[in-house]
């Protein structure tokens, strides 16, 4: 005789959840990959133009002064195989060890292996200006150069592996030498970092 057909039937297996080591190791695997296979490597940057958009004046006594704010276009270029996403930055502007200018720095996007262009506003101080800071621009002016240095600072992420966002910090240090008589810039040398 067969047996009746409400014998019980095994139940289908579930799926167990992941174990704390599951998680562990897959974490580590990315760890590893995001170490090895993609690497940080230090953005580059490039002064494109710098154009005077403003000049205000403050006539008042006993000290006129003649703040002026430029527009500086900053070439980027991303190697990573990661976007940079950053908020705002700061950027300041030295000649011969003074601090003469300072700019915000907008947030904004750099591609994956991609480049972007930054805009900002860069304010000159002419309160800064002053006594022998005065006498070494006159002098640079006369022979046809003027020195600066500017730094930036931009925090933002970096998204690895489109998910996978990290901290990261943007570091750009140049020298740029003004050229008086093209009114240009003549030379610059940038020295670029990035740090997680």
Known sequence: ?????????????????????????????????????????????????????????????????????????????????????YASGHADLLYRGARVGDAIVEPGRIPSRGDGTVEMEMTLLSSSFTGDVMAELIVDIEAGAVPFDASARIPGKVAVIGALKLRALAYSDCHVVFGVPEMGIRSQECHDHAKL
């Open 1 to 85: 005789m067969a047996e009746p057909a409400s014998a019980s039937v095994p139940p289908t297996p579930q799926p167990s959840p992941p174990t704390l080591a599951t998680v562990v190791l897959l974490g580590a695997a990315v760890l590893v990959l995001s170490l090895t296979v993609f690497p940080v490597r230090d953005p580059a940057t490039r002064l494109v133009s710098v154009r005077v958009v403003g000049v205000s004046p403050d006539l008042s006594p006993p000290s006129p002064q003649l703040n002026v704010t430029l527009l500086l276009t900053v070439a980027m270029h991303n190697p990573n195989r990661a976007s940079f996403s």
